[in-house]
């Protein structure tokens, strides 16, 4: 499903863009104050601690009132129980349609199977839910082409190429929570880039850590991985010898990682800053980014997001087949889950204009 899977991604994208905005315009479907009814969908989502979830709960509240459904919308402030709690709350109170961003894929079984027995469809956003045949959709981004596009940059600006001989260049590898199913994709889609590099000595890393099991970060906890970094700083990096890149794996990280960096003196004519990545596009990292200090982040629309999610519940609701672009892709250990994938786009200084500000993502007022 990967190779030249984002290029297929973006065209299938563009198309069903297409069809949703002649549809809006042709008044087809949806005119007539909508046709959500009396019906509530919940929307339950992990955290507010990574602004773009924020945006994805406001961004569906939005379009499924212009729909005419109500919602029911929940963070779990990174705890499972609590988000247990919310979603069986929202079968309770007859929610008709589930939307879950899980905390963790793997913990929401029993709330599925009663969600399954009270008729109510469930759609796992952004990250899926694992182990449980009570999963009907999954909508999201291309997990692994986010991992490749933070990789390739990396290798891009480093130079590296095939069977080439650049650096040694030392590079340090981070990852999001265990617990996140999306962490697996990332972390392999960024390793099926590096690896060669490594193995060639073109890259060296040296902590040694680059297993996933050693890197990833609890509850993508940025301070946790500024301590990290940190010490790998003060373990492996004497003598003069510095750090030239950095995977993070998301914004909040990168800026976890920065601070660390900073504090060793990074980020000086005679200690310029590694390349670091990042992902989600949030304001504070552009920002970041505009100051030279984050190399790259990618970019995630969450408004489409939160559009392939509101079409797929509608449909769902008016019994009708959900699009899918997605068919065999995403085992959760009990059922391949069908799914609607985005395609992440690569941001940098040179097209964060264009690609975020032109396109009304970030309003130029927040940017430095
Ligand atoms: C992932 C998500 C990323 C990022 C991260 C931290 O599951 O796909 O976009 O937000 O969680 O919350």
Redo the contacts with the bound molecule.
């Keep these: 499903m990967h190779a030249g899977g984002a290029a297929r991604l973006r065209t299938v994208t563009l198309a069903v863009l297409t069809l949703s905005l002649t549809a809006a315009a042709t008044g087809c479907g949806n005119d007539s104050g909508g046709q959500g009814g009396e019906v509530t969908v919940g929307i339950a989502l992990?955290?507010r601690?990574?602004t773009?979830?924020i945006a994805d709960g406001n961004n569906m509240e939005k379009l499924f009132k212009e729909q005419g459904y109500k919602t029911d919308k929940q963070y779990a402030d990174d705890s499972v129980d609590k988000q247990v709690e919310q979603v069986e709350e929202m079968i309770d109170r007859g929610d008709k349609l589930l939307i879950i961003g899980a905390v963790d894929g793997f913990e929401l079984g029993d709330a599925l199977q009663k969600a399954a027995r009270a008729g109510v469809k469930v759609i796992a956003y952004?990250?899926l839910l694992l182990g449980s045949s009570n999963v009907d959709y999954y909508a999201?981004?291309d997990?692994y082409a986010v991992g490749k596009l933070q990789a390739r940059y990396i290798i891009d600006k480093l130079g590296l190429k095939k069977g080439g001989n650049a650096g040694p260049y030392n590079i340090e590898l981070f990852a999001?929570?265990a617990n996140?199913n999306?962490?697996r994709g990332f972390f392999s889609g960024a390793m099926d880039q590096l690896d060669e590099f490594i193995k060639d000595g073109q890259l060296e890393v040296p902590s040694q850590q680059m297993r996933l099991s050693q890197v990833t970060t609890y509850k993508?906890q940025a301070e946790i991985a500024r301590e990290t970094m940190t010490t790998r700083l003060d373990d492996f990096y004497k003598g003069g010898s510095t750090v030239d890149a950095v995977l993070a794996?998301?914004d909040?990280i990168a800026r976890g990682l920065i601070e660390a960096l900073k504090k060793h003196d990074y980020g000086t004519a005679a200690k310029p800053m590694p390349i670091i990545t990042g992902?989600?596009a949030e304001t504070e990292s552009v920002n970041e980014i505009i100051a030279g200090e984050q190399s790259m982040t990618v970019y995630?629309d969450t408004r489409k997001l939160a559009e392939v999610a509101v079409k797929m519940a509608q449909d769902i609701l008016s019994g009708k087949q959900p699009e899918i672009n997605n068919r065999e892709g995403n085992d959760n250990g009990n059922k391949v889950v069908p799914a609607y994938l985005l395609a992440p786009v690569s941001v940098d200084k040179s097209n964060y204009k264009k690609l975020l500000v032109d396109s009304g993502y970030i309003k130029a007022s927040d940017l430095n």
Excluded: H, I
């Design positions: 992990p955290t601690k990574q773009r979830w952004d990250r999201s981004f997990n999001g929570d996140d999306n962490v993508w794996p998301n909040g992902q989600d995630k």
